[in-house]
């Protein structure tokens, strides 16, 4: 099916870890470009990968999860995403399944000023393990365009999912993911969000509700180009006895505009939430504006967070060149070590795509 | 004085030289730090340099790696007799100068393993001489972040064991280490400088700064220099030098000192 994709693109889709060869081992694969579902494949019998449409003919409690973790009139674009028909994956790992190959997805804008749509539905059945990595790329020649998603996850009792979401956007196209989260009793749900080409501008804030001993992790890294503005962050509401959160940011500003924000809600006993923003600040144009937010609701919560924003130091270089490293060098390795916060529970294949990307954006002209 | 301390034979060392620094006047930000410095390091040497704080040991080591916080206003630095003041210091690294600094900054994200790496081309090694060094556990912390005093001198030794220079520039190698670590850290600066060798065989050269003098209960130097306010004012045997300094404070220990050179002279 992928066929159609012309070589050049195919190698993008690489990058984002969607893999069309069929060498690297995937649970299944859903491949959208524009508004065109692509592909949809399965290859391991507990997991399911459908059209959400065809979820929601084949299963009649789908319904109940449309608009449940992001509501309908949240925003101008969930409005949209309401609006239109939906188009988007319904993934799914049946109880007590443990996926350990990633399923694949991948939306790509491949024309002109296309405006993409997508709605999409995630359960992780109680006890069940699932791993989803969604690139998001549009094609080189497109000038203009907007990408807007909404996303639920579903993760039950006891289940694991983590979701990692690669964008590797260009100027001048503006996305609108929207999502949110479900942690059931002992659920734990881990969002990964990697951006280090340029958008003209991503805006995403996603919101995990967390029950008893559960638990949310937000890790992202982005890289802002001249240009780029990202207003990106998450929440997390610990809403029962022993629920855990985490959100983690690492944020470099090669001159382009970036809000990291953060919110956590310690509402009962027990909960326990840790917040990191770090920005490094590569020029004097463009800014970093870390909001972390606490909020204890109870005594018995313990939320804490750090944040620093900052340029690198002239010793911590005039360091690195004493070993014989020139200045370049020595700038991009501390950058691509800022930038390395070794992803939990990340498919070594997209790793390895994260780090080359991340050799990319830090090499060359780039910095 | 400073007329004679630049004559050749006053110089205490012979060539080849692998090191000359000639009348060097040197500023850190608004401060004149040294003010007219000579000195000549043969090829093969160690020389140490005594000091109280703040006479400028560190600038002369940073002017020397050619560190951006320290311009040289008058003067000159030759290694390998080629003035190397016009090269950055990446330049100066390359040719063959390496610096354990003093105080080596936190740099956080950066691996003591990553460094390594890009020091040697990914050559091994590493594992071992980090496991000689009792660094193993580091070679995935984080550079400096949370090392100790003692962990932190042994690092630069080992980033210096991997990158391999011809001078090496010692920055109170000893400073904040406890003195069974002591014992460990000066074998491995030894042999980094070759000192198991014959002397004829000893290519590495080195300059140690010191002001406690404890490094050289396990390490011979081969000379020894005082400094003050930004020169230096005299020479002597290591060992010689160190007891009047215990005995006498600086001051007192540079006016006998410079009295035994004139009677020398003289003689």
């Known amino acids: 099916m992928t066929d159609k994709i012309p070589e050049e693109e195919l190698k993008r889709l690489e990058r984002v870890g969607y893999d069309s060869s069929g060498k690297l081992h995937r649970a299944g694969s859903f491949l959208i470009t524009d508004d065109q579902i692509v592909e949809t494949e399965k290859k391991e019998k507990d997991v399911e990968v459908l059209p959400l449409k065809k979820a929601l003919e084949v299963y009649p409690w789908v319904e109940e999860l449309m608009f449940r973790a992001v509501p309908k009139d949240k925003d101008e674009y969930t409005k949209i995403a309401a609006k239109n028909p939906p188009i988007g994956y319904f993934i799914r790992a049946l109880p007590g399944a443990k996926v350990k190959a990633p399923v694949q997805a991948c939306f790509f804008l491949k024309t002109t000023r296309f405006s993409q749509v997508v709605h999409n539905i995630v359960v992780a059945e109680p006890g069940s393990e699932l791993h989803i990595i969604t690139g998001c790329i549009s094609a080189f020649y497109v000038k203009e365009g907007k990408h807007i998603s909404l996303t639920e996850y579903y993760v039950r009792k006891g289940a694991l999912l983590t979701y990692s979401m690669v964008h590797d956007w260009s100027y001048e196209v503006e996305v609108f993911p929207r999502s949110g989260a479900e942690v059931e009793d002992g659920g734990v749900f881990v969002s990964n969000y990697v951006a280090l080409t340029p958008a003209k501008k991503v805006q995403s804030y996603p919101l995990a509700r967390v029950k008893k001993d559960g638990f949310a992790g937000f890790y992202s890294i982005v890289y802002a180009h001249p240009d780029t503005y990202f207003d990106l962050g998450a929440a997390t509401l610990l809403e029962e006895p022993g629920a855990r959160g985490e959100i983690i940011s690492r944020v470099v500003s090669n001159g382009g505009e970036v809000i990291s924000r953060g919110h956590i809600l310690g509402a009962a006993g027990k909960t326990a939430g840790h917040m990191e923003c770090s920005g490094l600040l590569l020029k004097d144009e463009g800014y970093i504006h870390a909001i972390p937010e606490l909020k204890g609701a109870t005594s018995d919560t313990e939320l804490s967070h750090e944040a620093a924003v900052g340029r690198i130091a002239p010793e911590e270089i005039s360091y690195l060149m004493s070993r014989g490293l020139d200045e370049e060098s020595a700038r991009a390795l501390i950058i691509r070590g800022f930038l390395d916060i070794k992803i939990k529970d990340l498919p070594e294949e997209l790793q390895k795509s994260i780090d080359e990307m991340i050799k990319t954006a830090t090499s060359g002209g780039a910095i | ?267």
């Open chain 2, 1 to 267: 004085m400073s007329g004679k301390l630049r004559d050749e034979s006053k110089l205490y060392d012979s060539p080849p030289y692998i090191l000359e620094v000639e009348d060097l006047w040197v500023k850190a930000g608004d401060n004149l730090i040294l003010k007219g410095l000579d000195l000549r390091v043969g090829v093969g040497k160690l020389h140490v340099i005594f000091g109280p704080n703040g006479s400028g040991k560190s600038t002369l080591l940073g002017a020397i790696m050619g560190l951006p916080q320290f311009e040289v206003i008058k003067g000159d630095i030759k290694f390998r007799g080629r003035s190397i003041l016009g090269l950055s210091t990446d330049e100066r690294a390359k040719l063959g100068i390496g610096l354990a600094f003093q105080r080596p900054p936190l740099i956080k994200g950066v691996r003591l393993r990553a460094l390594l790496a890009t020091l040697n081309g990914g050559d091994a090694k590493i594992e071992e001489l980090a496991d000689n060094l009792d660094l193993k556990n580091h070679l995935d912390r984080e550079l400096n972040d949370g090392f100790s005093g003692g962990e932190m001198k042994r690092s630069e030794i080992l980033q210096l064991l991997v990158q391999r220079p011809e001078l090496i520039l010692l920055d109170e190698p000893e400073s904040g280490v406890d003195l069974e670590n002591i014992t460990l850290l000066a074998r491995f600066i030894g042999e980094l400088l070759e000192r198991g060798k014959h002397i004829v065989d000893r290519k590495r050269s080195g300059i140690i700064i010191t002001h406690t003098g404890h490094i050289l209960s396990y390490l011979n130097a081969d000379i020894a220099h005082v400094m003050m306010e930004g020169k230096i004012l005299c020479h002597g045997s290591p060992m010689d030098v160190l007891h009047q300094i215990k005995a006498k404070g600086y001051k007192e220990c540079v006016e006998c000192l410079l009295a035994e050179q004139s009677k020398e002279e003289a003689a």
